[in-house]
DNA sequence: TTGACAGTTGACCGATTAGTCATTATTATA
DNA sequence: TATAATAATGACTAATCGGTCAACTGTCAA
């Protein structure tokens, strides 16, 4: 386990026991028996640290609901398996679960904001698209309103599966929330949302292919294996590129896509060019 | 408008702006006009003039809400003015409803926690009530199920209203909601909670009179009219004593409930007299 | 045994925090 | 006008914050 994961495992128990705010670097420190200066050889600064984790995160519950929802070939289990995989994973990670309910960008920096904006529209999108799978066009004119409802009643069970300390079982939740977005899919007719909610400053923040470079590039000094190495050079050189071969990438990308330093940008990637 | 008031109202934006941990008491000061000084003859402590916000408006918004509902004869049209309601007081409120939708009991005290948890047990409750009268025994199971999706959708469409500035039209979101509402009430059979959400400390913080006597005991100290001084005191005394006359409190309680001041707990007396 | 070096440390810095209190300004009373 | 009472001030304290950096430790090759 590297330094850094070690310091983000001390940070979200303290981030959820406590607050992101109102945990110091010290105590981050003191918890995972390092020194200050150490923390700092690890990340920049304490934003840089918050933006990790929220990056760590929310990348990991996207792409496992995501292959979780892709495995389902039943277009009718696909619905009940999002609701299962997503609670399962927020009580898998409570903590962080936690702190992603409570604290949706209050304080912190301005590029935090636009890095959890993203991943929330990612979320959207993947989900509108399940609920396109399973219940076909006659979602057209609802699906914005469909994916805010499905997403506060996630929210509503979710915050109520912390606050009370309660086993849960998922399953027979999410079957309820399969009947009950199923029930909202067919039945209902009046429209409030003709298009998507643009957030703020969302727009801009659309995965620049320069983001995915800098990441590739990042996650290259982790990795030792040659392979990957090589690959992720050449996948950078074809992104660059004027002329981008989707063939060429996705080769590539499945070189990688088994380490977890490059799997994000992987799927990203996959996400574009399939 | 008191010291207090003017503290409160400044302390608001400020909150709303950059989070309750974020903002300073010497900001707040200063925004006032006031000296740091000055904060502390009003409120003993940061904390206490947190809580005061929470109380000041919580206790708002529910009995604004209630008394909207109950001022409105026709069945159908209670959930309509439910929605419509909320959604007014949450855009009129923006401020403290953004402190309420992401900051919810973050860092601050438990006794914080306590009172929220007081607080939406009491709306819970009066939702529950609103939808027994507009659906009637039909949804006698699925009452705790049919609480947590009204909430749910409420809190994702309020939390879009504050993340894209736009203005929205309260009364086209009203229909839908209560549309989707209707549609679940009547077709969903699926129950999840069988039993209210219990959330932690929330039974011992039950309305214990002992506090609404505090509560009153304070309001008097604010209050010149002599009326209103002797009501408080025999209503003191009436609350105090062994066997407490229903007829008494509600008669006294019309002598005080003009008065903002004595507005809450004369409520809560009628809630639980009446 | 030496010396170069990466990794680690914790005392320290300037800024900021909640909260205090001797002092001053304002008002009411006589 | 003089005096008492109350309200308001802002310099101050002790603690804590994120962040820095000279000094220290342990590990190797020579």
Chains 1, 2 share one sequence.
Request: hydrophobic share 45%; with cysteine.
């Amino acid at each position: 386990m590297t330094k850094k994961q070690i310091i983000i495992d001390a940070a979200i128990e303290l981030f959820a026991a406590k607050g992101i705010e109102a945990t110091s670097v010290q105590q981050i420190t003191e918890h995972c028996g390092i020194s200050k200066g150490a923390f700092y050889l690890s990340f920049k600064s304490k934003d840089e640290l918050i933006i990790a984790i929220i990056e760590y995160f929310m990348s990991n519950i996207i792409m496992d609901v995501d292959h979780a929802v892709s495995e389902t070939a039943n277009r009718t289990d696909k619905l009940y398996v999002y609701f299962v995989k997503t609670f399962t994973i927020l009580s898998q990670y409570t903590g962080f679960a936690e702190i992603l309910m409570r604290e949706r960008s209050t304080t912190i920096s301005e590029k935090l904001i636009e890095k959890v904006h993203f991943f929330v529209e990612m979320a959207n999108g993947n989900l509108t698209k399940l609920l396109f799978d399973v219940f076909g066009n006659q979602i057209e004119e609802k699906q914005y309103d469909l994916v805010v409802v499905v997403n506060g009643m996630v929210h509503s069970y979710a915050q109520m599966l912390f606050e009370s300390k309660q086993h849960i079982d998922i399953q027979k939740l999410a079957e309820t929330l399969v009947e009950k977005t199923t029930i909202l899919a067919m039945n209902s007719e009046l429209v409030f949302l003709k298009k998507p909610i643009s957030l703020p400053h969302a727009s801009e923040s659309i995965p620049p292919v320069v983001e995915i470079i800098q990441g590739l590039q990042q996650a290259c000094t982790y990795s030792s294996n040659k392979l990957e190495k090589e690959s992720a050079q050449l996948l950078i050189e074809e992104l660059q590129s004027d002329t981008t071969r989707a063939a060429i990438v996705l080769g590539l990308v499945s070189n990688l896509e088994k380490n977890d330093k490059f799997e994000w940008y992987c799927y990203l990637l996959r996400k574009q060019f399939q």
